[in-house]
């Protein structure tokens, strides 16, 4: 553990801690993390309460689970209910609510869903039982997406027949394009570090160049995240606004090409819906025609219909980065990780569900 524990030594984070208080002029600023795991990071740290009191950090759209509307929910029910069929998902999708019911209320009426820790496990699924058709849900940013499109063209290497996604992938850059412009107001982005693996740094130039908001690709560990902050003051104070890599020991500027080209083979980029933040041109990602039988939407015929949110539900507004999860009338009362309201409390990733979990973290702060 000893390479962990070196981004968690004390002395390490109270110097960090000095670099932001120098670099701040004390006049406000407000940052937003884009990745569901930095918010729990965040929460679980403490990190807010190292922070100068001119500093706010805003969480935003960074959880995939979080931003899948209930429509697409809703037509994995409708699939669920399909002789034959296997609904086969990453765990955090199986309690996400849809307009009326979720997957695990199916479940428990008898329908076939299996949680899988990948797509690979969904193909030995489909292997498995030839007889009947296997459905995996495609859900996530361009962290996921490279191994869903490996997956299908492991399954058409392998002529399986009976196993197709249900594609809700999207992507980051388009949704932070929408914040940007949205009149959030905003003094830098912590870019996520899972999708920058992927990615890279370099498709974030544009916040820098068209909009003025300094850009950090930041890790998850306590140093890494207040060394973004102190790299966003720093930017904010000396009045630049450029894309730079504090997480460079995982994620280079041009990405990872490999998983890139598996994306582009696979998938084609379409408007897509996000909850909270509405249909965003170029953010998802559609199984392309030359793999159509793969398309869980070409197979049987469907498409997404919107969705009915959850009545009192805030997530939008967390998602969007107006309000924070404490300020839901919902939460701590109604909405609960044992019952959940809403898929911001639902998901690991959730907003919601880090402040339920952590928010005493931010009063007395134990990185």
Known sequence: ????????????????????????????????????????????????????????????PGCPVCVTPPGYIDLALQLSREEDTIITTFGDMVRVPGSDQSLADVRAGGASVEVCYSPADALQVARGRPDQRVVFLGVGFETTAPIVAGAILR??????????????????PPAMKLLAESGVALDGFLCPAHVSVIIGAEPYQFLAQQYHLPCVVTGFEPSDILQGIWMLA???????????????????????PRALDAMEKVFEQVTSTWRGLGAIPGSGLRIRESYSVFDAERVFGVTPKEGKEPAGCRCGEVLRGLERPEQCPLFGTTCTPVAPVGPCMVSSEGACAAAFKYGGMEQGGRA
């Not at 399954?155 to 980051?172: D, P, R, T, Y």
């Not at 930017?235 to 990405?255: F, H, I, L, P, T």
Request: proline share 2%.
């Open 1 to 60: 553990m000893k390479y962990v524990s070196e981004f968690r030594e004390g002395n390490w984070v109270r110097a960090l801690v000095r670099e932001i208080q120098n670099a701040v002029s004390g006049r406000p600023l407000r940052f937003m993390e884009v990745c569901g795991t930095h918010t729990m990071s965040i929460y679980r740290h403490g990190i807010r309460s190292l922070l100068p009191k001119t500093i706010e950090l805003i969480s935003g």
């Open 155 to 172: 399954a058409e290497e392998m002529s399986l027949g009976n196993f197709s996604v249900l594609s809700a992938h999207k992507l980051i």
């Open 234 to 256: 720093r930017q904010v104070e000396q009045g630049r606004a450029v894309v730079e890599n504090q997480y460079s020991r995982a994620a280079k500027m041009d990405g990872n």
